[in-house]
């Protein structure tokens, strides 16, 4: 069984940054891609930033040129560097890990940005 483990989350200013951190109970190669996702209050889970197995990359337009996901094969860990972060970019934030019939979720991580 796959889990997926978030951490890194917190409260910052707007303007602030901070790094989330994805690790996995294996070996991250087995995945397609994998990819942080946000779910705010009232709203529906959106994509915020994909990455492939061959290290391609995917963001959603609204963090464009401000966040940047990465990944460690030896350590098995997905990062996502946030930067320049807005009120509107609080949300749940949730790693995801694709294979070709199944995909896998973590539990979760507040981030809120709040002066």
């Known amino acids: 069984q796959v889990q997926l483990v978030e951490s890194g989350g917190g409260l910052v200013q707007p303007g602030g940054s901070l790094r989330l951190s994805c690790a996995a109970s294996?070996?991250?190669?087995?995945?397609?891609?994998m990819g942080w996702y946000r779910q705010a209050p009232g709203k529906q889970r959106e994509l915020v930033a994909l990455?492939?197995?061959?290290?391609?990359?995917n963001y959603a337009d609204s963090v464009k040129g401000r966040f940047t996901i990465s990944r460690d094969n030896a350590k098995n860990t997905v990062y996502l560097q946030m930067n320049s972060l807005k009120p509107e970019d609080t949300a749940v934030y949730y790693c995801?890990?694709?294979?070709?019939?199944?995909?896998?979720w973590g539990q979760g991580t507040q981030v809120t940005v709040s002066s």
């Open positions: 995801n890990a694709n294979e070709v019939i199944a995909a896998y």
């Open positions: 294996g070996s991250i190669f087995r995945f397609n891609n």
């Open positions: 990455i492939t197995s061959g290290g391609s990359t």
